[in-house]
C-alpha cells in the first residue's frame, strides 16, 4: 500500500523591515520541503510564486504591497543584445562545471568577498562557513553548484571566480543565489554572464525557463533582472509576458 499524501502545512511570519522598500515591512508564507515528494511540492510551489532556501520554500504576503513579483525568462526567445553578446563574448574562455551541492572553502572565500564588495549591510553580510554549508547542501530537492572557472594554467585548475546554487526543475532552471568576483580584471558583467550562460544552458537541454526569483518594483539593486527578455511574470491569471519598462514607468511617482 502506497503511504497517504500528506499536504503541506502553511505557516506565516511575524511581520518586520523590508529589504528592498524603504518604510515598508514584509511578511512570509511559508511551508517545509521535506520527504519522497519534495522535489515535487517543491516545483508546484515555485509555479505559483514560491521560492526555496534550504529546506523551506517561501513567498511574500505582504498584505499592503505587491511589488514582489515573480519572474521567469523564456529561454527558447530570448535573444542576447548588442551589450549581452559582448559580454558572452569576453567570457567565453571561462570553464563552466556542474558540481554536486557540497559547499567548499574556496566558494566560501569568494562568496565572503562578493558580500564585502557588493551586500556589506545586507542580510547574509554575516554568513559563515557553517552558515553557507548549510545553504548549500541542506537542499531535499535536485540541486548543484555551478562554477564558472578560468581557464587552467601549468596544470593547475582554475582560479574560481563565480558560482550559482540552481534547482534543477522539470520545466527549467531555477537560480537560487549566484555570487562572484567582482574586481576581477577584465570580467566586467561577470553576474550578467552567470545568468545568460543559465539560460543558455536550459535552453540546449530543452527546458523552457529559468526562474531568477523576485522582481522588486522601485527597487534599484533588482533592475537587473529585467535585461533578460522575453520576461514573463506571475499575476493573478497565470504566468504572463510583460514589459518591465512600461510597468516602472506606469508605477513611477
Not at 154 to 166: D, M, Q, S
Not at 213 to 233: I, S
Request: proline residues 8%; contains cysteine.
Amino acid at each position: 500500500m502506497s503511504a497517504p499524501v500528506r499536504f503541506p502545512r502553511f505557516f506565516v511570519t511575524s511581520p518586520g523591515p523590508c529589504p528592498y522598500l524603504p518604510g515598508r515591512t514584509e511578511r512570509k508564507v511559508f511551508t517545509e520541503l521535506n520527504g519522497n515528494h519534495a522535489d515535487e511540492l517543491n516545483e508546484a510551489l515555485g509555479r505559483i510564486g514560491f521560492r526555496r532556501s534550504q529546506n523551506v520554500a517561501y513567498r511574500p504576503s505582504c498584505p499592503d504591497c505587491k511589488a514582489c513579483v515573480s519572474v521567469r525568462v523564456r529561454t527558447d526567445a530570448f535573444r542576447p543584445n548588442a551589450t549581452q553578446r559582448r559580454i558572452l563574448r569576453r567570457n567565453a574562455d571561462l570553464v563552466v562545471s556542474a558540481c554536486r551541492p557540497w559547499s567548499t572553502t574556496e566558494q566560501y572565500d569568494l562568496l565572503s568577498r562578493y558580500l564585502s564588495s557588493r551586500h556589506p549591510d545586507g542580510g547574509m553580510a554575516n554568513m559563515d562557513d557553517v552558515d553557507y554549508a548549510d545553504m548549500v547542501e541542506h537542499s531535499p530537492v535536485r540541486s548543484q553548484v555551478i562554477e564558472y572557472r578560468t581557464s587552467p594554467r601549468f596544470g593547475r585548475i582554475g582560479e574560481l571566480v563565480g558560482a550559482c546554487l540552481t534547482d534543477q526543475q522539470s520545466d527549467g532552471m531555477s537560480m537560487i543565489y549566484s555570487f562572484y568576483n567582482p574586481e576581477i580584471a577584465g570580467r566586467s558583467g561577470l553576474g550578467n554572464f552567470i545568468i545568460m550562460d543559465h539560460i543558455l544552458r536550459a535552453k540546449a537541454a530543452g527546458l523552457p525557463y529559468v526562474y531568477l526569483g523576485y522582481w522588486v518594483n522601485g527597487a534599484e539593486r533588482m533592475h537587473y533582472k529585467t535585461r533578460y527578455r522575453p520576461l514573463e511574470r506571475l499575476g493573478p491569471d497565470g504566468w504572463e509576458c510583460f514589459d518591465p519598462d512600461a510597468e516602472v514607468l506606469l508605477n513611477r511617482p
